[in-house]
């Protein structure tokens, strides 16, 4: 199957994202979220692909699994991963984002769930 391909964001939606790529790189991931979620109601608002839309979601999701991580909330974690996983798949980049090589740093957290042996600050959103 071949990998999806992003359309183009408008100017605010592409402010949304640095905005939301800022705040995670930060280690802010509520904030990241919250910048992140307007972005995926802006595309869903205007129509956008359901993929594109669902790629928002999941990145969403990353934020949300990275601070259940350092909650140490392992049902929170492991909800994150499941949902997000299918979203994020089939995606390689996107938007000027290694969405593939963001999914396989955040399976790591996933995987480390109860051993709680890394630092989710440590996981700049990687760049293509």
Do not use: C
């Amino acid at each position: 199957m071949p990998q999806p391909k992003a359309r183009e964001l408008s100017q605010d939606e592409m402010n949304l994202l640095e905005e939301g790529l800022e705040e995670f790189d930060n280690g802010r991931y509520w904030h990241a979220h919250e910048s992140w979620e307007d972005l995926w109601n802006s595309l869903k608002r205007r129509f956008a692909p359901p993929e594109e839309v669902l790629l928002v979601q999941g990145m969403i999701q990353t934020s949300a699994l990275l601070l259940h991580y350092e909650n140490k909330n392992h049902r929170g974690v492991t909800s994150q991963w499941e949902k997000l996983y299918p979203k994020l798949q089939d995606w390689g980049v996107a938007w000027g984002l290694d969405i593939a090589t963001h999914l396989t740093a955040i399976e790591t957290f996933a995987a480390d769930v109860n051993l709680w042996s890394k630092d989710p600050r440590g996981h700049l959103f990687p760049r293509a």
